[in-house]
Protein backbone atom coordinates (compact mmCIF):
# COMPACT_ATOMS: atom_id res chain seq x y z
CA UNK A 1 0.00 0.00 0.00
CA UNK A 2 0.82 3.63 -0.33
CA UNK A 3 1.34 4.19 3.44
CA UNK A 4 4.15 0.73 3.58
CA UNK A 5 5.63 2.39 0.20
CA UNK A 6 6.33 5.61 2.21
CA UNK A 7 7.65 3.59 5.66
CA UNK A 8 9.91 1.92 3.39
CA UNK A 9 11.05 5.64 1.95
CA UNK A 10 11.91 6.77 5.33
CA UNK A 11 13.78 3.54 6.82
CA UNK A 12 16.03 3.88 3.27
CA UNK A 13 16.27 7.81 3.70
CA UNK A 14 17.57 6.60 7.41
CA UNK A 15 20.03 3.83 6.39
CA UNK A 16 21.00 6.19 3.86
CA UNK A 17 21.71 9.45 5.80
CA UNK A 18 24.48 7.39 7.31
CA UNK A 19 26.34 6.70 4.55
CA UNK A 20 25.47 11.11 3.21
CA UNK A 21 23.09 9.87 0.51
CA UNK A 22 19.80 11.70 -0.22
CA UNK A 23 16.33 10.41 -1.45
CA UNK A 24 14.01 12.37 -3.75
CA UNK A 25 11.56 14.48 -1.81
CA UNK A 26 9.07 12.65 -3.82
CA UNK A 27 9.37 9.43 -2.43
CA UNK A 28 8.74 10.77 1.04
CA UNK A 29 5.93 12.71 1.13
CA UNK A 30 4.75 11.75 -2.06
CA UNK A 31 3.36 13.63 -5.04
CA UNK A 32 1.78 17.30 -4.71
CA UNK A 33 1.02 18.87 -7.98
CA UNK A 34 1.85 22.67 -8.71
CA UNK A 35 -0.61 25.38 -9.06
CA UNK A 36 -0.53 25.29 -12.66
CA UNK A 37 -1.13 21.21 -13.02
CA UNK A 38 -4.65 21.88 -14.05
CA UNK A 39 -4.34 24.67 -16.78
CA UNK A 40 -1.42 22.72 -18.16
CA UNK A 41 -3.77 19.52 -18.13
CA UNK A 42 -6.46 21.21 -20.14
CA UNK A 43 -4.12 22.35 -22.63
CA UNK A 44 -3.23 19.49 -23.47
CA UNK A 45 -6.45 17.56 -22.97
CA UNK A 46 -9.47 20.38 -24.12
CA UNK A 47 -12.11 17.60 -24.64
CA UNK A 48 -11.45 16.91 -20.34
CA UNK A 49 -15.26 18.53 -19.58
CA UNK A 50 -14.95 17.92 -16.28
CA UNK A 51 -11.53 20.18 -15.75
CA UNK A 52 -13.53 23.23 -17.46
CA UNK A 53 -14.30 26.63 -14.65
CA UNK A 54 -17.68 26.19 -14.08
CA UNK A 55 -18.63 22.94 -14.72
CA UNK A 56 -21.42 20.97 -12.87
CA UNK A 57 -21.81 17.24 -12.82
CA UNK A 58 -25.59 15.88 -13.47
CA UNK A 59 -26.15 11.73 -12.24
CA UNK A 60 -28.97 9.74 -12.44
CA UNK A 61 -30.85 12.03 -15.24
CA UNK A 62 -33.79 9.71 -15.98
CA UNK A 63 -33.84 8.45 -19.50
CA UNK A 64 -37.45 10.18 -19.86
CA UNK A 65 -35.78 13.70 -19.16
CA UNK A 66 -33.89 15.57 -22.66
CA UNK A 67 -30.94 17.77 -22.53
CA UNK A 68 -33.49 20.73 -23.30
CA UNK A 69 -35.33 20.55 -20.36
CA UNK A 70 -32.34 20.26 -17.68
CA UNK A 71 -31.04 23.94 -19.97
CA UNK A 72 -34.42 25.18 -19.29
CA UNK A 73 -34.32 24.26 -15.72
CA UNK A 74 -31.23 25.14 -15.11
CA UNK A 75 -31.69 28.66 -16.83
CA UNK A 76 -34.68 29.73 -15.07
CA UNK A 77 -32.59 28.66 -11.40
CA UNK A 78 -29.51 31.28 -12.60
CA UNK A 79 -32.23 33.78 -13.13
CA UNK A 80 -32.30 36.76 -10.28
CA UNK A 81 -35.49 38.42 -11.19
CA UNK A 82 -37.94 35.63 -9.47
CA UNK A 83 -36.18 36.12 -6.25
CA UNK A 84 -36.17 39.84 -6.40
CA UNK A 85 -39.71 40.48 -7.53
CA UNK A 86 -40.54 38.23 -4.40
CA UNK A 87 -38.99 40.17 -2.32
CA UNK A 88 -40.58 42.98 -3.70
CA UNK A 89 -43.73 41.76 -3.30
CA UNK A 90 -43.33 40.71 0.05
CA UNK A 91 -42.36 44.30 1.28
CA UNK A 92 -45.18 45.63 -0.35
CA UNK A 93 -47.32 43.53 1.18
CA UNK A 94 -46.13 44.35 4.60
CA UNK A 95 -46.32 48.48 3.53
CA UNK A 96 -50.20 47.18 3.15
CA UNK A 97 -50.88 45.80 6.51
CA UNK A 98 -48.92 48.11 8.60
CA UNK A 99 -50.95 51.18 10.38
CA UNK A 100 -47.88 53.12 11.96
CA UNK A 101 -46.55 55.94 9.44
CA UNK A 102 -43.06 55.31 10.60
CA UNK A 103 -42.83 51.73 9.87
CA UNK A 104 -44.53 52.80 6.66
CA UNK A 105 -41.83 55.64 5.52
CA UNK A 106 -39.24 52.86 6.51
CA UNK A 107 -40.88 50.24 4.54
CA UNK A 108 -41.00 52.72 1.90
CA UNK A 109 -37.48 52.85 1.38
CA UNK A 110 -36.85 49.55 1.39
CA UNK A 111 -39.13 49.18 -1.21
CA UNK A 112 -37.47 51.78 -3.46
CA UNK A 113 -34.31 49.68 -2.95
CA UNK A 114 -36.21 46.53 -3.95
CA UNK A 115 -37.32 48.13 -6.89
CA UNK A 116 -34.09 48.95 -8.10
CA UNK A 117 -32.38 45.45 -7.33
CA UNK A 118 -35.58 43.55 -9.67
CA UNK A 119 -34.35 46.19 -12.42
CA UNK A 120 -30.83 45.39 -12.44
CA UNK A 121 -31.78 41.50 -11.77
CA UNK A 122 -34.17 41.92 -15.18
CA UNK A 123 -31.29 43.49 -16.95
CA UNK A 124 -28.77 40.35 -15.39
CA UNK A 125 -31.24 37.96 -16.73
CA UNK A 126 -31.52 39.43 -20.46
CA UNK A 127 -27.76 38.68 -20.76
CA UNK A 128 -28.31 35.29 -19.45
CA UNK A 129 -26.75 32.41 -21.60
CA UNK A 130 -27.70 29.04 -21.68
CA UNK A 131 -25.44 26.50 -20.04
CA UNK A 132 -23.60 23.90 -22.43
CA UNK A 133 -25.06 20.18 -21.15
CA UNK A 134 -22.91 17.04 -22.28
CA UNK A 135 -23.74 13.52 -22.02
CA UNK A 136 -21.10 11.38 -21.01
CA UNK A 137 -21.95 7.94 -22.82
CA UNK A 138 -19.52 5.66 -20.82
CA UNK A 139 -21.98 6.08 -17.91
CA UNK A 140 -25.48 5.89 -19.30
CA UNK A 141 -27.40 2.93 -18.47
CA UNK A 142 -30.87 1.58 -19.96
CA UNK A 143 -32.57 4.04 -17.15
CA UNK A 144 -30.53 6.70 -16.55
CA UNK A 145 -27.77 9.07 -18.12
CA UNK A 146 -24.99 11.60 -16.25
CA UNK A 147 -23.73 15.21 -18.15
CA UNK A 148 -21.57 17.47 -17.31
CA UNK A 149 -22.99 20.93 -17.45
CA UNK A 150 -20.69 24.25 -17.84
CA UNK A 151 -22.56 27.44 -17.43
CA UNK A 152 -20.99 31.15 -17.50
CA UNK A 153 -19.13 32.33 -14.31
CA UNK A 154 -18.70 31.13 -10.63
CA UNK A 155 -21.65 32.93 -9.60
CA UNK A 156 -24.11 31.09 -11.52
CA UNK A 157 -22.42 27.92 -10.66
CA UNK A 158 -22.95 28.56 -6.97
CA UNK A 159 -26.42 30.00 -7.38
CA UNK A 160 -27.27 26.67 -8.94
CA UNK A 161 -25.12 24.82 -5.99
CA UNK A 162 -27.28 26.70 -3.47
CA UNK A 163 -30.47 26.01 -4.65
CA UNK A 164 -29.95 22.49 -5.11
CA UNK A 165 -29.06 22.59 -0.99
CA UNK A 166 -32.12 24.13 0.11
CA UNK A 167 -35.45 21.46 0.74
CA UNK A 168 -37.17 21.87 -3.01
CA UNK A 169 -34.11 22.10 -4.95
CA UNK A 170 -34.70 22.58 -8.47
CA UNK A 171 -37.94 21.54 -10.03
CA UNK A 172 -37.40 19.81 -13.26
CA UNK A 173 -40.41 19.64 -15.29
CA UNK A 174 -40.51 16.79 -17.67
CA UNK A 175 -42.57 16.13 -20.55
CA UNK A 176 -43.15 12.57 -20.05
CA UNK A 177 -43.61 10.28 -17.21
CA UNK A 178 -41.04 9.38 -15.07
CA UNK A 179 -41.95 5.82 -13.99
CA UNK A 180 -40.05 6.09 -10.29
CA UNK A 181 -40.63 9.37 -9.47
CA UNK A 182 -45.15 8.31 -10.61
CA UNK A 183 -44.52 5.52 -8.24
CA UNK A 184 -43.00 7.97 -5.33
CA UNK A 185 -46.32 10.10 -5.92
CA UNK A 186 -48.66 7.07 -5.73
CA UNK A 187 -46.76 5.67 -2.59
CA UNK A 188 -47.19 8.71 -1.15
CA UNK A 189 -51.00 9.00 -1.72
CA UNK A 190 -51.75 5.21 -0.24
CA UNK A 191 -49.17 6.40 2.64
CA UNK A 192 -51.64 9.57 3.68
CA UNK A 193 -55.22 8.32 3.01
CA UNK A 194 -54.16 5.59 5.08
CA UNK A 195 -52.98 7.69 7.54
CA UNK A 196 -55.86 9.79 7.45
CA UNK A 197 -58.20 6.82 8.05
CA UNK A 198 -56.16 6.23 11.16
CA UNK A 199 -56.55 9.51 12.49
CA UNK A 200 -60.23 9.58 12.06
CA UNK A 201 -60.83 6.41 13.58
CA UNK A 202 -58.33 6.86 16.32
CA UNK A 203 -57.78 10.81 16.66
CA UNK A 204 -54.45 10.05 18.95
CA UNK A 205 -51.46 11.40 19.32
CA UNK A 206 -49.24 9.06 17.36
CA UNK A 207 -51.75 9.25 14.63
CA UNK A 208 -51.72 12.38 14.16
CA UNK A 209 -47.81 12.22 14.09
CA UNK A 210 -48.15 9.68 11.28
CA UNK A 211 -50.79 11.87 9.42
CA UNK A 212 -48.58 15.16 9.47
CA UNK A 213 -45.44 13.05 8.12
CA UNK A 214 -47.71 11.52 5.59
CA UNK A 215 -48.98 14.96 4.36
CA UNK A 216 -45.51 16.35 4.42
CA UNK A 217 -44.38 13.32 2.01
CA UNK A 218 -46.94 13.80 -0.08
CA UNK A 219 -46.39 17.38 -0.48
CA UNK A 220 -42.45 16.59 -1.25
CA UNK A 221 -43.71 13.88 -3.54
CA UNK A 222 -46.58 16.25 -5.81
CA UNK A 223 -43.29 18.65 -6.38
CA UNK A 224 -42.11 15.85 -8.94
CA UNK A 225 -38.71 15.42 -10.31
CA UNK A 226 -35.85 17.65 -8.85
CA UNK A 227 -32.58 18.44 -8.81
CA UNK A 228 -30.88 17.91 -5.68
CA UNK A 229 -27.07 18.56 -4.30
CA UNK A 230 -25.79 15.34 -1.98
CA UNK A 231 -26.09 16.90 1.32
CA UNK A 232 -30.04 18.02 0.57
CA UNK A 233 -30.32 14.31 -0.76
CA UNK A 234 -29.89 12.80 2.19
CA UNK A 235 -31.56 15.36 4.43
CA UNK A 236 -34.89 15.99 2.65
CA UNK A 237 -35.68 13.86 -0.42
CA UNK A 238 -37.65 11.04 0.51
CA UNK A 239 -36.53 8.91 -1.96
CA UNK A 240 -32.79 8.66 -4.37
CA UNK A 241 -34.99 8.81 -7.82
CA UNK A 242 -34.22 12.66 -7.83
CA UNK A 243 -31.27 13.89 -10.19
CA UNK A 244 -28.08 14.86 -8.12
CA UNK A 245 -25.55 17.58 -8.74
CA UNK A 246 -21.88 18.39 -8.05
CA UNK A 247 -18.62 20.54 -9.00
CA UNK A 248 -17.52 18.14 -11.65
CA UNK A 249 -14.02 19.26 -10.66
CA UNK A 250 -13.26 19.56 -6.82
CA UNK A 251 -9.62 20.93 -6.57
CA UNK A 252 -6.33 19.06 -6.38
CA UNK A 253 -4.59 18.56 -3.12
CA UNK A 254 -1.36 20.92 -3.08
CA UNK A 255 -0.52 20.92 0.43
CA UNK A 256 0.74 20.07 2.79
CA UNK A 257 3.93 20.38 1.04
CA UNK A 258 6.44 19.10 3.71
CA UNK A 259 6.16 15.73 5.92
CA UNK A 260 6.50 19.01 9.14
CA UNK A 261 3.64 20.34 8.16
CA UNK A 262 1.52 16.95 7.56
CA UNK A 263 2.93 16.14 11.20
CA UNK A 264 1.56 19.63 12.59
CA UNK A 265 -1.76 19.14 10.76
CA UNK A 266 -2.41 15.58 12.37
CA UNK A 267 -1.22 17.06 16.18
CA UNK A 268 -3.93 19.47 15.78
CA UNK A 269 -6.71 17.18 14.61
CA UNK A 270 -5.66 13.97 17.49
CA UNK A 271 -5.99 17.79 20.15
CA UNK A 272 -9.13 18.59 19.08
CA UNK A 273 -10.42 15.02 18.80
CA UNK A 274 -9.31 14.64 22.46
CA UNK A 275 -11.20 17.55 23.55
CA UNK A 276 -14.49 16.52 21.87
CA UNK A 277 -14.04 12.90 23.41
CA UNK A 278 -13.93 14.21 26.97
CA UNK A 279 -16.91 16.41 26.01
CA UNK A 280 -18.49 13.31 24.82
CA UNK A 281 -17.53 10.95 27.92
CA UNK A 282 -19.22 13.85 30.60
CA UNK A 283 -22.70 13.89 28.46
CA UNK A 284 -22.50 10.03 28.77
CA UNK A 285 -21.72 10.08 32.72
CA UNK A 286 -24.64 12.28 32.71
CA UNK A 287 -26.58 10.24 31.21
CA UNK A 288 -25.91 7.08 33.03
CA UNK A 289 -26.81 9.08 36.35
CA UNK A 290 -30.14 9.98 34.68
CA UNK A 291 -30.75 6.34 33.92
CA UNK A 292 -29.76 5.12 37.45
CA UNK A 293 -32.44 7.68 39.16
CA UNK A 294 -34.62 5.94 36.21
CA UNK A 295 -34.03 2.34 37.08
CA UNK A 296 -36.37 1.88 40.49
CA UNK A 297 -38.97 3.19 38.74
CA UNK A 298 -38.84 1.39 35.50
CA UNK A 299 -38.76 -2.05 37.86
CA UNK A 300 -42.29 -1.50 39.01
CA UNK A 301 -43.76 -3.70 36.70
CA UNK A 302 -45.92 -1.74 34.93
CA UNK A 303 -47.45 -2.70 31.64
CA UNK A 304 -45.79 -2.36 28.42
CA UNK A 305 -48.53 -0.13 26.84
CA UNK A 306 -48.59 2.41 29.90
CA UNK A 307 -45.16 2.32 30.08
CA UNK A 308 -44.71 3.32 25.83
CA UNK A 309 -47.90 6.37 26.43
CA UNK A 310 -47.05 9.66 25.33
CA UNK A 311 -47.57 12.95 27.62
CA UNK A 312 -50.55 13.39 25.70
CA UNK A 313 -52.09 10.51 26.01
CA UNK A 314 -51.61 10.52 29.77
CA UNK A 315 -53.41 13.72 30.01
CA UNK A 316 -56.37 12.29 28.45
CA UNK A 317 -56.68 9.49 30.71
CA UNK A 318 -56.19 12.17 33.69
CA UNK A 319 -58.92 14.02 32.10
CA UNK A 320 -61.54 11.27 31.79
CA UNK A 321 -59.97 10.20 35.44
CA UNK A 322 -58.87 6.94 34.22
CA UNK A 323 -55.80 6.91 37.22
CA UNK A 324 -55.09 2.97 36.47
CA UNK A 325 -54.20 4.19 32.94
CA UNK A 326 -51.86 7.31 34.32
CA UNK A 327 -48.85 5.55 36.17
CA UNK A 328 -45.82 7.53 35.05
CA UNK A 329 -43.05 5.13 34.81
CA UNK A 330 -40.57 7.96 36.21
Known sequence: SLWKCRRACLERRERENEHGKKI?????????PCLSFTKDLLQSHPNFE????????????PVQVSKHEIVSALLDASKRGPRARSKLDQLQKSYENENKELEKRKLMCKIDD??????????YDRHLEQPTVNEIPSLAT????????RVRDEDIQKLIMRQAASKTGIILPCSKTVPQIQAALDDAVQQYNQAHAEHNVHPCAENKKRKVEAQKKLE?????LTINSDSASQAYVSNNDNVVVTRAFKGLRTSPQSRDALIASCTTTIDQAAVDLEKALSRLTAGRS???RMAPALSKGLSQDIAQKSAFDILQSLKREQFEETMCTI
Do not use: N, P, Y
Open 220 to 224: RAKVG
Open 50 to 61: WLHDHTLRLDSI
Open 290 to 292: TLD
Open 142 to 149: ESCWTAFV
Open 114 to 123: AQRTLEEAIA
Open 24 to 32: SSCLLRGWR
